[in-house]
């Protein structure tokens, strides 16, 4: 398990800076160059980013390797680190697709301390980094146990100590290839599916799962493997899951609220219901004392930091009722139609474009819905 | 100009009746066949619908043509009448896409009178259908007037007095095909361009300019021609217009309120200012006495009868000074993404996915954003 | 098993007249209606009609739907039928998507008798529909023997006495919809797959598999059950199987030479290797006579009545061990990447492109190939 | 112009190599790198790359970009330069979309010398790059004679004295993008259109009339201005040109025998006169010895090194005189459409996929055709 120590003197807080940034083209970090150059962000306090790019979000969607590669060459320049080496240690979540009105988009994540300045109390980070995962574990319950380590691991490195202080939960988790598949074969191990997209459902339900055993939402039990993918009651709804043949490990990164932290950050997470579910926006900027009604005021608005939405076309074919069509297109992808939808809706309510919207919310929020979370300047 | 005659007597009051039905596919009627059948509604007084089918929306979409085939030959033997002659009789303005949450339907809409009761004062509908339009009229100002001639001549059935009573306005419009532009120039003419799409958007420039003739908000001037998809400040914020190649007349839809009507439904119209402006959404409904906060309560959900937006993806580039992308997609028609986001918007304040929602927008709305137009049962 | 009962006279002899027609939209019949109305025609000597519409190819590809409903409304005008019957009686199977240079067209099948006239011998067609496959029975055994027997009825009425006489084997299997699989639990049947991708790609299994068995290509052997979709060096290289929700029976077309026959029409097939295997498609032109080198001559061109292919994008990812990216585009369904590069490597040697290319070739070619058929006027 | 200078040595003779090499996705160079490891290819000795990627092939295609920037980080580590140098150094043009059974792959051109050895001629490649373009002279007559002065100096630099020696020229032209439009604006000056689909047709033809110039083809005569994307008889069948706005001058690629050169290379060009014109591809391997009958047989397609196809959905909707539906299709983009028909057809016939198929063949080919040039060791 890669993750580092946590800053621990009784003189110093952290502080989490959160820079929302824009880009002309997936390989454009030049907004991030920028605060480098100019010495607002060092690149040695950035722990993570979290982007949308405006490709389609599914297998052949380059854009985030795109981006990937662009980023660490400009942190590797700026760091003196190997690409490779920050490749490993800094979690890079990605969402391909930024339908209808959504706006390509990264937040950039960095630590920071301190001295200590009145109380304590606000939004903390931390990440981690698993072991690799062996291809024969995907979407078991071993998947699920290196999961809800390594959120414990992030929450432990942010100085999260209650659950209930964790708001948010970013999971990038492994997936079977045919290749892995190949390799568990030649040790004589099976994988639980073979098929690609599937494999993708059940590391997101292992994630989700794994989630919900760190913050104790769910005991730590092997009989529930058969649960996912199955018994959508399961799962949190703070939790935040995306898989891909990227990554051989799973990427972590926890935010909540810390006595160790100080400044003007705050972030609220709710429930979606389903995609129409506009009171769980409000809910979720309600919870750190912002008002829509029905959109949030210039003012507020200009508080947002960071958004982010977990959403699903739901599996039933129907919403409140009535027949959706997202699932039978042969033209346009599931998740391309729901990411467009919900992020209208969302971005009506924030008034605001730059909005963090990934489909494959199973165990992630109630059936057929999803979650946002808003990160705020709630505090001048 | 067809355009039957309204019912005069003293004694009586029309009715507007209209009826939200959902489909299967485009080709299903059965529900408006069963309310046929169950003698709820008669063939005879069916003068117009609208509807949503889930195709492409553009030009390869053949939903629409699927859909109004049925229709006619479920009304050609209800009524007896020929289908042909049915289709140069009652306007059936289709907007294929049904993108994100939005669900397949078709809006009914049946006049029928009955004795006076109470004070009158309800939803009024008209429709009226020009003569055919010179293919070297399309997009110019003889087509302005045209339109406008067909919105007065639909407001003067449904005995709407006053342009502010009118709440609402359809057309289809006609636009050039190579076919057409041959004819043009065998007889002499040149037409206004021959490119079909754009030739689509000058017929809804001219179908939105004639509104606005019609109800007031613009001078019958031939020197404001050269507006047309240039100078977006004018237009009418009550105007819906769409354009195909499937008419060669102007079709007119015209729903406002009457004396002469009674009965329960009131029609609200909002313009949006852009793709995120919710209060535009909560303002259409407010107008009809409803209230959204965020989303319609489900007794008051209950009460709509039928919803009509217009959008289009801002030409721009821009959604609130933050770049989209749908201008530039190779694989997704942008109008599809519009319809998506706004879709989205609108059912999650209205609690509902029934809705019609059209681009191409030009001249429509604000200049980026477009309208929505909410019919509600709002006496019990 | 309705399959009517074929001519027997003695001084009379079958024949049969093909006549493919170009359609300017899936609604558009009026090259038929044309023919019909000149008497060219008769609209009850039409036995079957197999077509390529510019759908999708898909679930949501409705252009099937409207060009059938267009089809039977215009053969219920001309035979007095209604057009329930007619779908009953009259095999339409369609094809949707013309990718790349293919042209949207038809092929109607029309069965006349005339006096005997020299030696026999020439195409005939036979054809027959089962009684209602349940949905437990799709994808299984029974499946494969409702699809034999329906093929040995064909023949039987076609006169087609041996199976290696058939050249050709068009049939449309019906395949489990969620309600059907509903009906089958609520009698304690299991469907074989509640997916509905995976329950097409079964039914044209079991399509083909029964094919197989008619002609002695195959054991009626159950224990093969488990074959299907598994060992793909198994089913017929003369079958073509499309499957739908549309359907509730098995209906099937079946081509061959008879001596019962007579007139100008012969019919070759091959099998193609693969997606590049020029050399199939020149094999299929002179197993009747004419000569692909490297294209038709027009005289050899003009002589074509009729062509149909099966494809497949590759399972196994690679073309001749080059890499192919039709399976992970989330952009563009992979049937339609293939029907577009095979219907125009297909287009390229027969110097045309009303071809007839159709996808989910299982088990009727080689792996990863399919096949291609021509029907040309060879004699004069 | 930048165009390195030739070598001259009486005692030396140039030699071309090519290497067709595979990727994995559009960031993977690492079968070059591994050639460069191994030693097998020197990066000081590239001179181009050609590629096919599998994005879209639209504005939105951001694989060409990730390539690019891939290739250039790749050669910088090798030669020490920077890679924004090597950017204006080493030309390299990317088509998108491997539309059907195309292979992604990209082609390096490597220059060597070496002492002459016996009779010289052999395939030659000389480059160039223009000064930059302003944006008011982009698809107008200035543009041609800088397109023309690029091909001389890169045929200068080749070595390839006689126009028609040349057999294939490869240009990639700047487009007016609205930011360049208005910096013309800014300086007085217009640009032909600011339309930017519009913008890199005319700068294909600009690129297409040039290359025609400087072969002879064609008079500098500054009245055909407005012949451009009118007169489709004038152009070069030997020219490929593409457009797009990451370049801001013009990219040459000269390919042709000179008697300066030594080495198996040769390289034949045939014009495609429609999408089905098979005859032009086995012209354009006959032309260099190879005979495919139909196809290529293996040992003669192991000889193949490179291939390179332009093609053209037909503008006025007909394929030998069929409709085709390329152009009206709302889901998938035209030029993806016949690339994956026309790909389709080549692969047949050449028995291979790794083939690069561009479209916009606007005057580089017959009217709804285009062209098709191969490379291949045809002396052992």
Same mark, same amino acid.
Not at 109 to 135: K, Q, V, Y
Not at 164 to 172: C, I, N, S
């Given at each position: ?15 989490? #800076?959160? =820079? +929302? ?9 030049? !907004?991030?160059?920028?605060? &480098?150059?100019?010495?607002? /962000? ?6 993570? #980013?979290? @982007? ?19 980023? /660490? ?13 920050? &490749? ?8 391909? @697709? ?12 960095? +630590? ?19 072991? *690799? ?36 939960? $970013? ?29 993708? !459902?059940?590391? +997101?339900?292992?994630?989700?799962? @794994?989630?919900?055993?760190? %913050? ?12 996912? %993918? ?36 705050? /972030?609220?997470?709710?429930?979606? $219901? ?19 009604? *029905? ?17 699903? *076309? ?6 409140? @009722? /009535? ?11 599931? $998740?391309?139609?729901? =990411? ?38 709630? #505090?001048?």
């Amino acid at each position: 398990m890669h993750s580092s120590p946590s800053l621990k003197s009784d003189n110093l807080r952290e502080r989490l #800076v959160v =820079r +929302r940034l824009t880009m002309a083209h997936p390989g454009d970090l030049s !907004a991030l160059a920028a605060l &480098l150059d100019a010495g607002e /962000m060092a690149a040695n306090d950035i722990v993570a #980013v979290i @982007g949308k790019t405006e490709g389609n979000g599914g297998v052949n969607d380059f854009t985030r390797g795109y981006f990937t590669q662009s980023l /660490m060459a400009l942190l590797a320049r700026h760091t003196g680190k190997p690409a490779e080496a920050l &490749l490993r240690q800094v979690p890079c979540v990605l969402s391909g @697709g930024t339908e209808g009105v959504l706006s390509p988009h990264y937040v950039v994540f960095a +630590r920071t301390s301190e001295p200590a300045s009145g109380s304590g109390g606000a939004l903390a980070i931390g990440t981690a980094i698993s072991a *690799p995962l062996p291809a024969h574990d995907i979407g078991r319950w071993a998947h699920v146990r290196s999961a809800a380590a390594a959120v414990r691991a992030a929450m432990d490195q942010a100085g999260i100590e209650r659950p209930e202080d964790v708001r948010f939960v $970013q999971l990038k988790c492994p997936c079977v290839t045919s290749a892995r598949a190949q390799q568990a074969a030649a040790i004589g191990q099976t994988v639980r599916t073979a098929d690609p997209g599937r494999s993708m !459902a059940y590391a +997101r339900a292992a994630g989700a799962f @794994g989630t919900a055993v760190a %913050l104790g939402e769910m005991p730590d039990d092997p009989r529930l493997e058969g649960a996912m %993918l199955e018994d959508f009651s399961l799962g949190s709804f703070r939790a935040s899951i995306s898989s891909g043949v990227e990554v051989d490990a799973i990427e972590a990164i926890v935010l909540g609220h810390s006595e160790r932290w100080q400044g003007p950050l705050r /972030m609220g997470c709710a429930p979606m $219901q389903d995609a129409l579910d506009i009171a769980g926006v409000t809910e979720a900027v309600r919870e750190i004392g912002l008002l829509a009604s *029905p959109q949030l005021a210039p003012p507020d608005a200009a508080r947002v930091a960071a958004v982010f939405v977990k959403c699903e *076309p739901d599996r039933r074919g129907l919403v409140r @009722g /009535m027949r959706h069509t997202m699932l039978d297109d042969t033209d346009i992808n599931a $998740q391309r139609h729901i =990411r467009g939808a919900v992020g209208g809706l969302v971005a009506g309510v924030l008034g605001e474009t730059q909005i963090f919207v990934s489909g494959g919310a199973e165990h992630q929020g109630p059936d057929g819905g999803g979650l946002v979370a808003v990160i705020a300047h709630v #505090v001048d």
